[in-house]
């Protein structure tokens, strides 16, 4: 029986030796019957001596130039017959012994005897260590099945199994075949003949494909994929076992390594895609993550805007309109152009963002902006579905599909200049380019700027902010105020992102910052006119929803001035930027009766 304590598994084989040695100790001496012909290999040749085990039987041991020892049964008492010496002692000695136990405390105590030649018994200190299961099935040497099993209740470390608890059934077919239930409880094992039925997995083979995995002719991993291996429930389960098995015979040192080595790389990639809590202003409130609710200087990943994603998503289609659709119904004639259009601009708004975005997501230059991306690209697509069922439902527009009804929009309401400026010569027209040249991340940059920061940034979010508010404050479409919010809400995540991805790009390739500050020169002062209703003409200054234009512009100006200094970049002051007179006091003024800024 092998004894070594094998690098890895200090104690294992010993300590094992010794559990048995102790509950079962007949278990354990015929363990080591059945491995002598492979331990006593290592004897000098030519010797030979007898082993006898109190009340288990006599044998011979002898040396004789072959692979292997041979050992017969012989009967006890004999005289020596010119075998060197005898050993008789009773089983759990000799597990004892086995088990590192000192030979001559054991004979002091008369437990063990030795005749013949002591000197000659010297070398037993030389039987082989490596005699386990697997050597004997190589040598060829019978296995009784039944010893091993019951002996894996002992040689699986306790503490190995803390914290699990399951029984495995195993079942080896066809001649000298068998089933053995091992149960583990959170710290100890156990094995009963027969298989459970009611185990938590099951695992089948024929006895000859279980010798051959144990001489290696049978790889596992190969026997489970040929079908000779059946294994049924608890995979987990099984291949612990399997694991704690190879542990206990000291091969499993190359996975122990390995699982260590994975293990300390899962500890440190713990929280990939915002999996961990991670503090950074994962709020279902309103507000803007990428901006307010996080620790000064720090910027959400593309991994946690994506995860803050999945925490924010919401259903359009359960949005209920019932009272928008009587404030609808109410409302004069006049009144509803003027809702119409405002609505139907953001209406029209986000589709054309949904149907711009999918060339950036095409030339995304990494697979986290590529999935951020695509979250934004639902998110856009939601939008327009809101709008359009409010366009249906609640407006009751006479056109009878989403396109339709878009088209109606578009050609009937959004006649001005500055609209056509914005979604057609500066966002589809760099969508397009980007499509035509997907490598170029200076294209993609200004794209980011004419999206995310101008079209999302300065121009939707004041009209969306000035449009909850007035509809929050009058109460008056609920249905809408609450799925605008919503809105709101994936819009800042969208700025957020676009923010994100402007200062890792400008901290790497700083050139970059002039591209935003040239982009949105170009775009701004025209593109900020979309404020001005359709009705004013001076878009310097007006009175839109309550709120003065200075106070548009100043709010939209102070947006985006915080967000370009968290990239880093300098930006042209108000004047050079909006199309009129700002005022920063915010737009949280709600009196329509106040002295406007002087234009
Ligand atoms: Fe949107
Ligand atoms: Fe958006």
């Known amino acids: 029986m092998a004894t070594k304590d094998r690098a890895g598994d200090e104690g294992t084989m010993n300590a094992a030796l010794r559990r048995m040695a102790e509950s079962e100790p007949e278990l354990a001496a015929r363990l080591m019957l059945q491995s002598l012909p492979a331990a006593a290999a290592s004897l000098p040749n030519g010797l030979s001596y007898r082993l006898e085990l109190d009340e288990l039987g006599a044998w011979r041991v002898a040396r004789n130039g072959r692979r292997h020892a041979e050992v017969t049964e ?84 306790p503490e190995w199994t803390l914290g ?18 091992i149960s583990v409880d959170d710290g100890s094992v156990s094995c009963v003949r027969g298989a459970a039925d009611d185990a938590d997995a099951s695992v089948r083979m024929r006895r000859s494909d279980w010798l051959k ?12 994929r040929l079908g000779l291996t059946e294994l049924e429930g608890d995979v987990f389960a099984a291949t612990l076992v399997g694991r704690w098995i190879d542990r206990a015979e000291g091969v499993d040192g190359p996975e122990l390594d390995r699982e260590a080595r994975q293990a300390r790389r899962q500890a440190k990639l ?164 980007i499509k035509a040249q997907p490598d170029d991340l200076k294209l993609f940059v200004e794209g980011i700027v004419t999206y995310h920061m101008v079209t ?75 404020f001005v209703p359709p009705q004013e003409t001076n878009s310097r200054a007006y009175w839109s929803y309550g709120q003065h234009s200075s106070q548009v512009y100043g709010f939209a100006y102070q947006a985006l001035n915080r967000r370009m200094k968290m990239i880093g970049v300098e930006i042209p002051g108000p004047e050079e930027l909006m199309p009129g007179p700002v005022d920063f006091s915010g737009l949280d003024e709600r009196s329509r009766i106040r002295e406007p800024t002087p234009a």
């Open 270 to 433: 713990a929280g990939s895609w915002g999996s961990a809590v991670n503090g950074s202003g994962a709020s279902s409130e309103p507000g803007d993550p990428g901006e307010s609710k996080r620790q000064p200087g720090g910027l959400m990943s593309y991994e946690q805007l994506y995860a803050l994603w999945e925490r924010q998503n919401w259903r359009a289609h359960e949005l209920d309109f019932s009272a928008d659709r009587e404030h609808w119904l109410a409302t004069p004639s006049d009144a509803q152009v003027d809702t119409l259009h405002s609505f139907g601009s953001f209406y029209v708004g986000e589709e054309r963002v949904t149907a711009d975005l999918a060339p950036f997501l095409l030339a995304a230059p990494s697979g986290e902006v590529e999935a951020f991306l695509a979250t934004q690209l639902v998110d856009e697509m939601r939008h327009a579905v809101f709008f359009d069922r409010f366009m249906a439902e609640v407006m009751a527009l006479e056109a009878d599909d989403l396109r339709s009804r878009l088209r109606k929009i578009e050609e009937e309401l959004l006649t001005q200049r500055p609209w056509h400026f914005l979604f057609d010569d500066s966002l589809r027209d760099i969508a397009d380019r």
């Open 456 to 530: 999302e940034g300065v121009l939707a979010m004041p009209g969306q902010r000035i449009l909850i508010q007035y509809t929050g404050d009058h109460k008056i479409y609920p249905g809408f105020n609450k799925g605008f919010r919503l809105v709101e809400q994936d819009e800042h995540r969208h700025i957020a992102f676009g923010v994100r991805f402007l200062k890792d790009v400008c901290e790497e390739r700083p050139e970059m910052k002039q591209v935003i500050v040239d982009r949105l020169c170009e775009l701004l002062p025209e593109a900020a006119k979309v």
């Open 74 to 157: 012989v009967s006890p008492g004999e005289d020596l017959n010119g075998d060197a010496f005898a050993i008789q002692t009773d089983a759990r000695t000799l597990a004892e012994l086995a088990a590192g136990r000192n030979p001559l405390t054991a004979m002091f105590r008369g437990r063990l005897r030795l005749r013949g030649k002591a000197r000659k018994a010297l070398a037993l200190r030389n039987l082989s260590q490596d005699a386990g299961p697997r050597e004997l099935a190589r040598m060829g040497l019978p296995l009784d099945a039944d010893l091993l099993y019951r002996s894996l209740a002992y040689a699986i470390e």
């Open 213 to 224: 995995l144990l001489t290696g002719e049978l790889d596992p991993t190969d026997a489970t």
């Open 164 to 181: 699990y608890s399951f029984r495995i059934a195993y079942e080896l077919l066809g001649d000298q075949g068998g089933a053995w239930t």
